[in-house]
């Protein structure tokens, strides 16, 4: 038992920083939409307004979801922060899941517990209680961030808790995702595709009219349908619950019948060499992230044809002053034309670009933590050849996703006769890259600053800066403090011009902060795990 | 094979690794000459792998300066490395790669491979090449890198503690490459904690401790500065053989004494001729006790 406790124990000091980033961000979030929203819409004649207009939206409701009730502050904020707090919620379930259940294995650690006096079952219900702790600080962190914004304290709880049920479900899919890979990036990316899933459910779900059901489909959808603060129905809490709880067990069970070290999908051991992409280090990066790079292209693929299918779907209702302020806010453009809507969900899409050029400096920096990169600079191969060949792969996979993104949005628009022309689309995904070079070259210079905490910086930089770009304005911060982040200078094409100035001055920096990445990392020592 | 001060395959001058407030390295002057096998030997912590780091340039001298034939190790490392190669002591390498993808791409990186030789290696180590990596056990991965080194016929190898992981029969298999390299003029500096493998290959040891040469010379320099050991088996019970000078003795069984003798033997001979002697042997030090006489803390420095 105490052993079962000293593991837990370790589980969670392992994944404090991890754990109270994600619980801080939650609070802010949901502290600034409460504050926000009452700042915003003070009377109820503008709230009434604001609700007729966007609860008939449907480009909104892709990106926040289904809601419920816009009159109120709670039902805004139950709107507003459950939609993209689930998502946020299942990032960090399954990132948690996988962390515990995977990581610790195939680092060999896991070997060492169970030659102790732990049972299999012990160690996996140590591990589940670690990240149950986890779960529990998210709820809190963003139950006081609610209730400081002067919601009641009871549906602040609720709220926080139909948020926190996506975590738990989506630790759930880390948890089984771990016992299937052998390795923690395969796991990552196989709960990362269902989540993707998921959004994508949710999304035709809460878009096309008729198919509101299919909300019930995804664990997304149930937050929306437990209606905090608008209409609570606590009993829907049963279905995560249930479905968390299946999916733990079916992973205690795999966990109980396989060999440990191992995953249920191995690959096979033996093979005819294939001496393609080894002729240089970031030609290996390139095979060895094959894989991943296919599932980028596919999320961010699908997601640009639904986007593009549906811009011909937003109608122009009468949009009051009230909502032309908050579009304009959350980025500026009308949605209700094809182009409006397009140039709209392409801010979505720089989002995600600038997370996968950061984890692309996170691969890089997984090869120094595994000591590979000690492996290769023994040989006749430059720190800078090196690097710099890491950033160029970077550039050029981030600059192929954004070009194939504009292909296929247009494709989509284009499918539905839609008056979008494929060089305007183009132009969209090139638009995007500037946010997403600079945010490769921060984490590449937090890298070669401070390695062990580079990928964690780089994340956050991003996060923060979207987060940033979706709330600051409701705020009312002034002019300057919104214009920090990049989001903030992006031009919404096809809507509305490139903004050239803008964008050299991001590639201005990004070039100088690469620069200085690579000096200093040829300065510094190579940092283990 | 290049000669001379500037060209040596490894000198150090006044090398010098803190981190923090801890002194892995402390104003090391190494020089290891073309064409020997040098041991470097140590306790754990003192700084080999550190040495290693350095003289490859992976790690930045906080003073000082290594150099492989002449050529900065921390500011020219690719022009360092063209003449090298390394075998690390925990094998490093890709999973998913197999080790004949593994080899292609290290040599690909390297730039200079003797491919026949390799396949010669490859036999000569028993390795199943169409393996992935990561199916492979700790040993098999070591003799990737071991191959691999050893195929790329550089003029030094640095070899961290390279066998640590192979079985019996693969390290003779080991000793025959270094044996081979060394006749073909190859300088190798081998870090290991296997005496007898040491003793068997290595024209001059260095003892590393706390970051500094505590001993260096060749076997029999190191021999004759240590203890030679005599044990002695008397008629009767062991006699007093009142105080001796450099003599220090201990009870060996029986009737018998063994004597630790760092001066000449000829006091302890005069004084044994008094006594009825049945049986006396006298042996040099091994290298394990000269080395365990440097690692244990309170032992008494003998030369260095």
């Given at each position: 038992?105490?052993?079962?406790?000293?593991?837990?124990?370790?589980?969670v000091?392992?994944?404090r920083?991890?754990?109270?980033?994600?619980?801080?961000?939650?609070?802010?979030?949901?502290?600034?939409?409460?504050?926000?929203?009452?700042?915003?819409?003070p009377?109820?004649?503008?709230?009434?307004a604001?609700?007729a207009?966007?609860?008939?939206?449907?480009?909104?409701?892709?990106?926040?979801?289904?809601?419920?009730?816009?009159?109120?502050?709670?039902?805004?904020?139950?709107?507003?922060?459950?939609?993209?707090?689930?998502?946020?919620?299942?990032?960090?379930?399954?990132?948690?899941a996988?962390?515990?259940?995977?990581?610790?294995?195939e680092?060999?650690?896991?070997?060492?517990?169970?030659?102790?006096?732990?049972?299999?079952?012990?160690?996996?219900?140590?591990?589940?209680?670690?990240?149950?702790?986890?779960?529990?600080?998210?709820w809190?962190?963003?139950?006081?961030?609610?209730?400081?914004?002067?919601?009641?304290?009871?549906?602040?709880?609720?709220?926080a808790?139909?948020t926190?049920?996506?975590?738990?479900?989506?630790?759930?899919?880390?948890?089984v995702a771990?016992?299937?890979?052998?390795?923690?990036?395969?796991?990552?990316?196989?709960?990362?595709?269902?989540?993707?899933?998921?959004?994508?459910?949710?999304t035709?779900?809460d878009?096309?009219?008729?198919?509101?059901?299919?909300?019930?489909?995804?664990?997304?959808?149930?937050?929306?349908?437990?209606r905090p603060?608008?209409?609570?129905?606590?009993?829907?809490?049963?279905?995560?619950?249930?479905?968390?709880?299946?999916?733990?067990?079916a992973?205690?069970?795999?966990?109980?019948?396989?060999?440990?070290?191992?995953?249920?999908?191995?690959?096979?051991?033996?093979?005819?060499?294939?001496?393609?992409?080894?002729?240089?280090?970031?030609?290996?990066?390139?095979?060895?992230q094959?894989?991943?790079?296919?599932?980028?292209?596919?999320?961010?693929?699908?997601?640009?044809?639904?986007?593009?299918?549906?811009?011909?779907?937003?109608?122009?209702?009468?949009?009051?002053?009230?909502?032309?302020?908050?579009?304009?806010?959350?980025?500026?453009?009308?949605?209700?034309?094809?182009?409006g809507?397009?140039g709209?969900?392409?801010?979505?899409?720089?989002?995600?670009?600038?997370?996968?050029?950061?984890?692309?400096i996170?691969a890089?920096?997984?090869?120094?933590?595994?000591?590979?990169?000690?492996?290769?600079?023994?040989l006749?191969?430059?720190?800078?050849?090196?690097?710099?060949?890491?950033?160029?792969?970077?550039?050029?996979?981030?600059?192929?996703?954004?070009?194939s993104?504009?292909?296929?949005?247009?494709?989509?628009?284009?499918g539905?006769?839609?008056?979008?022309?494929?060089?305007?689309?183009l132009?969209?995904?090139?638009?995007s890259?500037?946010?997403?070079?600079l945010?490769?070259?921060?984490?590449?210079?937090?890298?070669?600053?401070?390695?062990?905490?580079?990928?964690?910086i780089?994340?956050?930089?991003?996060?923060?800066?979207?987060?940033?770009?979706?709330?600051?304005?409701?705020?009312?911060?002034?002019?300057?403090?919104?214009?920090?982040?990049?989001?903030?200078h992006v031009?919404?094409?096809?809507?509305?011009?490139?903004?050239?100035?803008?964008?050299?001055?991001?590639?201005?920096?990004?070039?100088?902060?690469?620069?200085?990445?690579?000096?200093?990392?040829?300065?510094?020592?190579?940092?283990?795990? | 094979?290049?000669?001379?001060?500037g060209?040596?395959?490894?000198?150090?001058?006044?090398?010098?690794?803190?981190?923090?407030?801890?002194?892995?390295?402390?104003?090391?002057?190494?020089?290891?000459?073309?064409?020997?096998?040098?041991?470097?030997?140590?306790?754990?912590?003192?700084?080999?792998?550190?040495?290693?780091?350095?003289?490859?340039?992976?790690?930045?001298?906080?003073?000082?300066?290594?150099?492989?034939?002449?050529i900065?190790?921390?500011r020219?490392?690719?022009?360092?490395?063209?003449?090298?190669?390394?075998?690390?002591?925990?094998?490093?390498?890709?999973?998913?790669?197999?080790?004949?993808?593994t080899?292609?791409?290290?040599?690909?990186?390297?730039?200079?491979v003797?491919?026949?030789?390799?396949?010669e290696?490859?036999?000569?180590?028993?390795?199943?090449?169409?393996?992935?990596?990561?199916?492979?056990?700790?040993?098999n991965?070591?003799?990737?890198?071991?191959?691999?080194?050893?195929?790329?016929?550089?003029d030094?190898l640095?070899?961290?503690?390279?066998?640590?992981?192979?079985?019996?029969?693969?390290?003779i298999?080991?000793r025959?490459?270094v044996?081979?390299?060394?006749?073909?003029?190859?300088?190798?500096?081998?870090?290991?904690?296997?005496?007898?493998?040491?003793?068997?290959?290595?024209?001059r040891v260095?003892?590393?401790?706390?970051?500094?040469?505590?001993d260096?010379?060749?076997?029999?320099?190191?021999?004759?500065?240590?203890?030679q050991?005599?044990?002695?088996?008397?008629?009767?019970?062991?006699?007093?053989l009142?105080?001796?000078?450099?003599?220090?003795?201990?009870?060996?069984?029986?009737?018998?004494?063994r004597?630790?003798?760092?001066?000449?033997?000829?006091?302890?001979?005069?004084?044994?001729?008094?006594?009825?002697?049945?049986?006396?042997?006298?042996?040099e030090?091994?290298?394990?006790e000269?080395?365990?006489?440097?690692?244990?803390e309170?032992?008494?420095?003998?030369?260095?």
């Open positions: 038992m105490s052993a079962a406790r000293a593991v837990t124990r370790r589980a000091a392992d994944s920083i991890r754990n109270v980033s994600f619980a801080g961000f939650l609070g802010l979030i949901a502290f600034a939409n409460v504050v926000g929203y009452r700042h915003t819409y009377t109820l004649k503008e709230r009434l604001f609700a207009s966007f609860g008939t939206n449907k480009a909104v409701e892709l990106f926040y979801g289904h809601p419920h009730d816009l009159l109120t502050v709670g039902g805004y904020t139950a709107w507003r922060v459950g939609g993209i707090g689930a998502i946020i919620a299942a990032v960090w379930g399954l990132l948690a996988v962390r515990a259940l995977r990581t610790e294995e680092s060999g650690r896991q070997e060492l517990v169970l030659a102790g006096v732990l049972e299999r079952r012990a160690a996996y219900l140590a591990a589940v209680a670690a990240i149950g702790a986890g779960g529990a600080l998210l809190l962190a963003l139950t006081l961030g609610l209730a400081a914004g002067r919601l009641p304290v009871g549906g602040s709880a609720y709220l808790l139909a926190i049920a996506s975590g738990a479900v989506f630790a759930g899919v880390g948890a771990s016992q299937l890979a052998a390795t923690r990036r395969v796991a990552v990316e196989l709960s990362a595709a269902v989540l993707v899933l998921a959004f994508l459910l949710r035709v779900a878009i096309s009219s008729g198919l509101g059901g299919l909300r019930w489909a995804t664990p997304l959808g149930w937050s929306e349908e437990l603060f608008a209409d609570p129905r606590p009993a829907v809490l049963v279905l995560p619950a249930v479905t968390a709880a299946l999916l733990f067990v992973g205690e069970a795999i966990a109980r019948g396989r060999d440990v070290g191992t995953g249920l999908i191995q690959g096979r051991d033996s093979s005819e060499p294939r001496l393609r992409l080894l002729s240089s280090p970031a030609a290996l990066a390139l095979r060895s094959r894989g991943s790079l296919a599932g980028w292209l596919a999320g961010t693929g699908v997601f640009a044809l639904v986007v593009g299918l549906l811009s011909t779907s937003f109608t122009s209702a009468n949009i009051p002053e009230s909502l032309r302020r908050e579009l304009h806010k959350l980025g500026g453009a009308s949605i209700t034309t094809p182009a809507a397009l709209f969900y392409f801010v979505l899409f720089v989002f995600a670009f600038s997370l996968f050029a950061c984890s692309q996170a890089a920096r997984r090869e120094e933590a595994d000591q590979e990169l000690e492996t290769l600079l023994a006749p191969v430059s720190r800078t050849r090196w690097l710099v060949g890491r950033i160029l792969l970077a550039a050029g996979c981030t600059t192929f996703l954004a070009f993104t504009g292909l296929l949005a247009w494709a989509g628009a284009a539905k006769g839609a008056h979008v022309s494929l060089p305007r689309m132009e969209a995904g090139a638009n890259l500037p946010v997403a070079f945010f490769l070259a921060l984490a590449a210079f937090a890298f070669a600053l401070v390695p062990r905490a580079s990928v964690g780089a994340y956050g930089l991003v996060s923060v800066a979207f987060v940033w770009e979706l709330f600051g304005a409701l705020l009312g911060a002034p002019r300057w403090l919104l214009d920090l982040t990049p989001y903030q031009g919404l094409v096809p809507a509305q011009p490139f903004r050239a100035a803008a964008a050299g001055i991001m590639l201005g920096i990004a070039a100088g902060a690469a620069a200085s990445a690579v000096a200093l990392f040829r300065r510094r020592d190579l940092a283990g795990a | 094979m290049p000669n001379g001060a060209t040596d395959p490894i000198r150090t001058n006044q090398l010098t690794k803190r981190y923090g407030a801890t002194v892995a390295v402390d104003r090391l002057d190494l020089v290891v000459r073309a064409g020997e096998v040098y041991g470097f030997l140590g306790p754990n912590g003192a700084g080999k792998t550190t040495t290693i780091r350095l003289l490859l340039g992976l790690h930045r001298p906080t003073s000082g300066s290594a150099a492989i034939f002449g900065d190790a921390w020219e490392p690719v022009a360092a490395h063209r003449r090298a190669a390394y075998v690390a002591g925990e094998p490093f390498l890709w999973p998913a790669l197999t080790s004949a993808e080899f292609a791409y290290l040599a690909r990186l390297h730039g200079s003797d491919s026949a030789y390799r396949a290696l490859v036999e000569r180590f028993q390795l199943d090449t169409s393996r992935k990596v990561r199916a492979l056990s700790k040993g991965r070591q003799k990737i890198q071991v191959i691999a080194a050893f195929a790329t016929r550089a030094l640095l070899l961290d503690e390279p066998t640590s992981g192979l079985d019996p029969l693969m390290e298999a080991f025959q490459t044996l081979e390299a060394k006749e073909r003029g190859q300088t190798v500096f081998l870090s290991s904690h296997i005496l007898s493998e040491v003793e068997a290959l290595c024209d260095g003892i590393l401790r706390r970051g500094r040469l505590v260096e010379g060749t076997l029999s320099d190191l021999r004759h500065l240590a203890a050991t005599i044990e002695v088996t008397f008629a009767g019970p062991a006699p007093d009142g105080p001796l000078p450099d003599v220090r003795v201990a009870p060996a069984g029986a009737n018998a004494l004597f630790e003798v760092t001066g000449s033997p000829q006091p302890l001979l005069a004084a044994l001729a008094a006594h009825p002697v049945v049986d006396l042997t006298s042996r030090p091994s290298l394990e000269i080395f365990l006489h440097h690692y244990d309170s032992g008494k420095r003998v030369g260095g």
